[in-house]
């Protein structure tokens, strides 16, 4: 069931400006990762991935950056929007398919 | 991208009674499909790794025998919750992948919510 008292960080941008979300990830071996992006009610969507093989990765307003060094994966979103507003959640590749996920960050964009 | 659909999109039931889950891809076919669950304001975790042909493989902790798991053909795999109850009421989703690699990206339904009264 729920756990009493757990809340999801929040982070709070001003529309317009850059987001940058950030993930924590625990198994060195793990070679590929992807962010997803999950609205209320809603299953998640992927944003962007990244194989270990590289440390960054551009899309549409988002980059992706991997240190394996310090196993840490971030998320930049440019010039975000009020669309952006969602939890946000990075995820490894734990094998096949199968892959293992972040705590999630909340992300609320005000105008 | 690839859709993947699941059915029902919200179900309340009572408590001692069982629940069909569909997941389903509607444009590939997938040998493998993932089931995971997420409380509210939680991370996704995952239950269960969906076989087509076989049995399905299940997480730790996670009760194969309340949470039955069967990939009937390459475009869809069920999740039956048995003997529901409350602490069973979760969002549930699935996923399966486009192709067969290990670096193929995942496409997730648009899940399940579960209510057990």
């Known amino acids: 069931g729920e756990s009493v008292g757990l809340h999801l960080p929040t982070l709070s941008v001003q529309e317009g400006d850059n987001s940058i979300i950030n993930c924590a990830y625990s198994?060195?071996?793990?070679?590929?990762f992807i962010w997803y992006k999950q609205e209320s009610g809603k299953g998640p969507q992927f944003i962007i991935d990244i194989r270990s093989n590289m440390d960054k990765r551009q899309g549409q307003r988002v980059t992706v950056l991997l240190n394996k060094t310090v196993k840490h994966l971030s998320l930049q979103i440019a010039a975000t929007q009020p669309g952006d507003s969602a939890v946000y959640f990075c995820?490894?590749?734990?094998?096949?398919?199968?892959?293992?996920f972040g705590a999630g960050t909340q992300v609320v964009v005000t105008p | 991208g690839a859709v993947v659909s699941q059915h029902p999109s919200w179900v309340i039931c009572k408590s001692g009674t069982s629940v069909k889950i569909e997941c389903r891809s509607l444009?590939?076919?997938?040998?493998?499909m993932f089931w995971y669950r997420q409380f509210p304001k939680q991370s996704l975790m995952l239950m269960a790794t969906?076989?087509?042909?076989?049995?399905?493989?299940?997480e730790q902790g996670v009760e194969k025998d309340k949470f039955l798991i069967n990939h009937a053909s390459l475009t869809l795999s069920t999740l039956t919750v048995t003997s529901a109850h409350p602490e069973d009421s979760s969002f549930y989703i699935c996923?399966?992948?486009?192709?067969?690699?290990?670096?193929?990206?995942?496409?997730f339904g648009p899940g399940t919510r579960l209510t057990v009264t």
């Open positions: 969906s076989n087509e042909g076989s049995k399905a493989t299940y």
């Open positions: 198994n060195s071996a793990s070679d590929y």
């Open positions: 996923s399966a992948g486009g192709g067969q690699g290990a670096f193929d990206e995942q496409y």
């Open positions: 444009d590939f076919q997938a040998t493998t």
């Open positions: 995820a490894e590749n734990s094998g096949w398919g199968k892959f293992q």
